[in-house]
Structure formats: C-alpha cells, structure tokens
C-alpha cells in the first residue's frame, strides 16, 4: 500500500482534502500535528516554505510544500476514482479546484484570522482583515460574507447553465475538485468558528445556492468520504 507522512493542523482547512483522496486512492497517511498547534512538526523549520500542509512520499522520498502540488501528484501518481481520464477533464477539474482555492483563500483564511484574533499588522502577508481597521470586526465580518456571496452566486450560476443534470462539478464522476469543494462548504455549515457567518445571514450560508449544496451531498455519500471525515466537522474549530 502506497504511504505518506502528512503535516498539517487539527483544523479542516486545506488539509482534510488530501486525507479523503488518500482514502478514496488505498494510500495510508500518517498524520503529524504541526506547531504550533500540535509537536510532531516545525513547519517553520522543516517545512520549505514554512507552510503546512506538507507531504513526504515513503515510496520515493519526495516532499511536496503546497497543497495544489500534493493533490495533483497523489491523483497522478497513485491512479483511482479521481484521477481525470483525459487531458479535457484534467484541465476542467483544475478550473474548478482553483474556484475553492480562491474561495477558500480570500474567505475561509481571513475568517480564520477574525476567528482565531489573529489581527496584528502583516499576519499572512498583511491580508484583508489584518488589524481590523474601517470598521472592526463587524465590518470585517460583513465584507467577508458580501465577498462568499459574490462567489458563490458566480458558482452556482455557473452550474446552473452547465450541470443541471449532472451529481458532480464536471459530471457523473467525483473529482478532487468535488472533494475541495466539499470541504470547504461543510467547514462554513458545520464547524464552530464559521458560527460568526452562519448569524450574519440567519442560517446556512449556502441554502440559497442549492447546485452547490446537491454537489456536497454527493460526495457525503461516498463511504470513502464517510470514513475519512468521520466527526471533523462538528469537532474542528475552523
């Protein structure tokens, strides 16, 4: 059986990803907890570029420090359910990775930081709600949830001209863009932290983009996923 060495933290984030694509594709993962919320890893040492998450392949040595890097080498390198058949599709499913990437960067991670008060000047190369200046917390909270909107509305129309009949982003098959975008919806529905959005607009901050919402209820089904996710996203702060 293939085997990794995970790095990442006790949250969800860009790191729960590659656990389901390991479980979908028979790869073992061992997790190690990084500083600074966990003792098995330094990122800021032994990670290139300081970041989590970070891989190391047992079979070939390789270390990989970007979550994009990892997803498409495990989907390439250990073929399964999620690997593209063609060059079509592979092109298409990055499209749609690159959609949560962007969601998850310019949404999810300045939220983290509202969430977790990481609010001085130059957190993570001096972001949107660095210091929470015009208009504090609130406002930073409001401008968020204007911004997942906005997102989400040009996703969902998107798929609404696109994928009406179809269970997943790019068709009848799951791809890893599905599993991505799976993990950041539920991360927003169901994890403590994200309770700051799910008030700013009464409830659930996808109830009106239901494409996206039958998309993740799809991939919930999948065993793989089921296992994989187990309680995560109740017990996950962010």
Partial sequence: MPEI??????????????????GMHGIKVNVMMSKPMGEDFDKDTEAPFGTVPWM??????????????????????????????????????????????????????????????????FWRNLRLTDTLADGGKEMGIKNLTTLHNNRAKLLEKHLEHSNTSKPF??????????????TCVRTVQNTGGFGILRDEVGG?????????????DEVGKIDEVIKAVGSKFSECPI
């Fill in 56 to 121: 190391k392949d047992h079979s070939n040595g390789l270390e990989l420090n970007d979550s994009m890097a990892i997803v498409q080498y495990l989907v390439t390198k250990y073929e399964g359910r999620l690997t593209p058949r063609n060059t079509e599709e592979a092109a298409l499913v990055a499209m749609y990775w690159a959609w949560c990437q962007d969601y998850y960067s310019f949404v999810l991670s300045p939220f983290h930081d509202i969430i977790t008060g990481h609010n001085e000047p």
């Fill in 169 to 182: 982003l790019n068709g009848s098959d799951c791809s890893y863009a599905d599993i991505f975008l799976f």
């Fill in 204 to 216: 659930d901050p996808f109830e009106k983009y239901p494409n996206i919402q039958s998309i993740c």
């Fill in 5 to 22: 060495d995970l790095a990442y933290l006790p949250i969800v984030g860009r790191g729960e990803q590659i656990n389901i694509i390991c």
